[in-house]
């Protein structure tokens, strides 16, 4: 069983309000809601937060370097394009991680283009909306047995 941190950035606590025609009309208690399910269906637990604060994020990535969890999933939102802190203390807390953005980045205004934090994860998940968190959760459980095999899969 191996815990998750999900970490989501600003403004994403108004999705399902906030612009449905790009972010789609899932609220995120209800992606998170999906994600537990998912999650306890494949033996793993959540640890689900959401702030539009950048010191925040910051705070929770500090501390999650002695909570134990194995594997992160991070939307960090407006900040992909902006913060170098959140950037390092992602890269500091060590944790392995996909970044998973419900909109594709790479279609839409320019500066929208560049991620802080792509170069850090293990892989993006961008454009494909709610759905985007089950793919990367189901694809962390995948790259966490692998691990766990060792190198030979075994």
């Known amino acids: 069983m191996a815990k998750f941190l999900v970490l989501n950035g600003p403004n994403l606590n108004l999705l399902g ?9 899932t609220s995120l208690g209800e992606i998170e809601l999906e ?18 604060a950048e010191h925040q994020m910051v705070d929770w990535l500090h501390a999650a370097r002695s909570e ?19 950037r390092d203390a992602v890269s500091v807390c060590g944790i392995p991680f996909i970044e998973i953005h419900l909109s594709n980045i790479y279609a839409r205004e320019p500066f929208r283009k560049t991620s ?11 454009g494909l909306g709610a759905q985007g968190y089950l793919l990367a959760l189901k694809a962390a459980d995948k790259l966490l047995g692998q691990t766990r095999a ?5």
Request: net charge negative; charged share 15%.
């Open 17 to 25: 309000e906030r612009e449905p025609g790009l972010y789609g009309d």
């Open 35 to 52: 994600l537990a399910q998912e999650a306890r269906s494949l033996g793993h637990t959540v640890d689900a937060r959401q702030s539009n």
């Open 68 to 86: 134990n969890f194995e594997f992160m999933l991070l939307n960090p939102a407006a900040f992909t394009h902006t913060s170098v802190a959140l």
């Open 116 to 126: 802080y934090f792509s170069d850090l994860a293990v892989g993006v998940v961008s």
């Open 150 to 154: 060792g190198p030979s899969g075994h």
